[in-house]
């Protein structure tokens, strides 16, 4: 950390120090919640989602905005950096000289060997809740975050308790006491509950290994599953499933050629497997989405998977001049440069598929793989009648005026295309997913760029194992179209789905046939 560098306390009562001297804090709770926000997520923010997280109306939530940004500025800035920035868009904390407690928990996790101290310390901190005391129970979505965010902790204070219990060093009690703890924070874990009842054993502590015993299997028998001790006498550090891999992704940004910031994940373990973007894509809110969570999941648990949002899209800025399909290009190689990957899997969803396609020609080295699902080599306006065109802009005209409404109109189109099985309860949430992922105009910017795409030239191309998945009953892009595709990729494999859905819902049976094909195809199966 620079001498001008800030340490911030984000576990417990939020404090802020400069260099060792703790700085006094607003004593408007939501002004210090707000704060708490952007020292935890460290990326920008658009101001009209910060008053919808921090105020209601009838008052003035934009007032109220400028009002609290007014007092963070002397907490955070200092005479020769502004670390809190803002325009008429957007609110950004530039965290890049900021230490807090819980970065340095998560860089200790990150080494292969943590010090038994230094393991002890944060487990020590992880006690305390995140941002204790900065409940705001009256505004619904920022307590919505803040209960995500104590979960991942949560999922963080696991993955110290289990190195705390299974390392080298460890005495018998501490043992004890650190598996006691993970038991709690992770109640269905069957390692923990295993390594309890083996360090009671151990401990000639027959008698509570036993009431343990009939106790966890009470416990997850109420959960409807099963548990069977681990009679492994051994004390192992416990795998990636049981680290909870997946319940926290690292979200970075990289800059594109023209000044555009990409927003990136990585989650997971194992050799790489790139998801080029497509529309309708949220890094943050991507997991809690029936399309997209349980195959991100799915792919997660045995792969790096990693993900980006496309400009003018979810976390990416959105306030760019470029939508096209060069720029979306660009972006992949932005990303894939970022990460400095020499060699991975690409999946491409959708027109992700194009530019999957694109980046395979341009880079065969780099691709091991090319996975493609729902695509297409040509867009909308590529040899289309004056028909189908006129069609296909009303839709645009639609979408301007339906983004993000509850308009029946155009909650008809999505149903009728997109996923034509999805409930009532998954279109009401497409609805606020289209609001939060990007703007009616970015929407209606990429239909347009989609209707330019052809990479048709390119297919021959291809010197890279491909696999193309389409659903049989896909109203969105015809079955034909895929299986066209793979016939004009050199080699490429064909998997047939039994499903009518463009964009998978994870309850469709057919996300299990495409995680299946996949696998086998990655040679993980």
């Known amino acids: 950390m620079t001498q001008s560098g800030l340490e911030v306390d984000l576990l417990g009562e939020l404090t802020v120090r400069r260099r060792g001297e703790e700085i006094a804090l607003p004593r408007s709770k939501k002004t210090r919640a707000l704060l708490g926000l952007l020292l935890v997520t460290a990326r920008p923010h658009r101001r009209d989602r910060l008053c919808e997280m921090f105020w209601d109306l009838p008052d003035d939530p934009r007032a109220a905005l400028r009002w609290s940004l007014s007092k963070l500025r002397p907490v955070v800035n200092d005479p020769c950096r502004v670390r809190l920035q803002s325009d008429r868009e957007r609110v950004a904390l530039d965290t890049s000289d900021i230490v807090t407690d819980l970065s340095g928990i998560r860089a200790l996790m990150e080494q292969p060997e943590p010090a038994l101290e230094e393991l002890q310390q944060a487990a020590q901190r992880l006690a305390d809740p995140l941002l204790d005391g900065l ?39 501490g043992r004890l006491s650190a598996v006691r703890r993970w038991c709690e924070a992770a109640p269905l874990d069957p390692e923990a509950a295993s390594l309890l009842i083996r360090t009671l054993r151990e401990a000639g502590r027959a008698k509570e290994a036993k009431a343990a015993e009939r106790e966890i299997r009470a416990r997850f028998a109420e959960a409807g599953l099963a548990f069977e001790p681990d009679g492994d006498d051994t004390p192992e550090a416990p795998g990636p499933a049981a680290r909870r891999l997946l319940r926290r992704q690292s979200i970075h940004f990289c800059t594109a050629g023209d000044g555009t910031r990409i927003a990136y994940a990585t989650v997971g373990e194992g050799p790489p497997l790139v998801k080029a973007a497509n529309w309708l894509n949220h890094l943050e809110l991507d997991w809690d989405a029936p399309i997209w969570s349980p195959l991100f999941r799915e792919l997660a648990r ?14 990416s800025d959105w306030d760019v001049e470029d939508i096209s399909f060069e720029a979306f290009v660009t972006d992949l190689e932005t990303v894939v440069d970022a990460l400095g990957l020499d060699r991975f899997a690409l999946l ?25 699902f729902g695509g297409y080599p040509a867009g909308w306006r590529v040899e289309a009648s004056a028909e189908e065109i006129a069609a296909r802009e009303a839709v645009m005209t639609l979408t301007r005026t339906g983004w993000g409404q509850d308009n029946p109109a155009y909650r008809q189109i999505f149903s009728s295309t997109f996923m034509p099985s999805a409930n009532a309860e998954e279109l009401a949430w497409f609805n606020e997913f289209q609001r939060q992922t990007t703007s009616p105009d970015n929407a209606v910017r990429f239909l347009s760029a989609f209707g330019d795409i052809d990479v048709r030239h390119r297919l021959g191309e291809v010197r890279v194992p491909t696999l ?21 990729i050199p080699g490429a494999e064909f998997v047939p789905l039994e499903s009518d859905a463009h964009l998978l819902l994870g309850r469709d049976p057919a996300s299990a046939e495409f995680i299946a094909a996949i696998r086998e195809f990655l040679g993980d199966g």
């Not at 193309?468 to 004009?488: K, M, N, P």
């Open 468 to 488: 193309v998945l389409h659903s049989r009953g896909d109203q969105r892009i015809a079955f034909e179209t895929g299986r066209d595709l793979a016939a004009r």
């Open 302 to 315: 045995d792969h790096r998977f990693i993900r980006y949002d496309e400009r003018g899209n979810g976390l």
């Open 348 to 372: 491409g969803i959708s027109q992700g598929a194009a530019v999957s396609i694109e980046y395979a020609v341009r880079h065969p080295g780099r691709v091991s793989h090319l996975i493609l």
């Open 135 to 173: 409940d705001l129970p009256e505004q619904a979505v920022f307590e919505n975050w803040l209960r995500a965010e104590r979960e991942d902790v949560v999922a963080l204070e696991v993955r110290v308790l289990a190195r705390l219990a299974t390392h080298p060093r460890q005495t018998p009690s």
